[in-house]
């Protein structure tokens, strides 16, 4: 799978979500999150995101590793809705992106 991390927090760009040919990357309040069993490994994302947060879990740098976790974890209560245009955004996050501090700018 791919998966989003840190520099997503707060900006969310969106361009991801134009990508993906599956719908798989979701909205949470403060950035997006990709479900590890939708994704299909095409690697349109990342390329396309400004911020960039995106990695194949191979790649994920090793201080941004908790949000292969975090992306996952994200569905827990989810599931596989099976696209997130149909989900709509999700007005929560993981508890560990929610307990960031927003960063003034
Ligand atoms: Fe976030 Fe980058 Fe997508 S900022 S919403 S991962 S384009
Ligand atoms: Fe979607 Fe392909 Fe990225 S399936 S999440 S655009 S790797």
């Known amino acids: 799978t791919y998966v989003i991390s840190s520099p997503c927090i707060d900006v969310k760009d969106r361009a991801c979500v134009d990508e993906c040919p599956v719908d798989c ?3 949470g ?3 997006l999150y990709i479900h ?4 299909v490994d095409c690697g349109a ?3 396309v995101c400004p911020a960039e947060a995106i990695f194949f879990e ?3 740098p090793d ?3 908790s949000f292969t976790r975090i992306n ?4 827990d209560d989810l599931g596989s809705p099976g696209g997130a245009t149909g989900l709509g955004p999700v007005d929560a996050d993981h508890p560990d992106v929610e307990s960031i501090p927003v960063q003034e700018t």
């Open 25 to 27: 990357i979701y909205e």
């Open 29 to 31: 309040a403060r950035m």
């Open 36 to 39: 590890p069993d939708e994704c």
């Open 45 to 47: 994302c990342e390329p």
């Open 58 to 60: 191979n790649d994920v």
């Open 63 to 65: 201080k941004e590793a």
């Open 72 to 75: 996952a974890e994200f569905f």
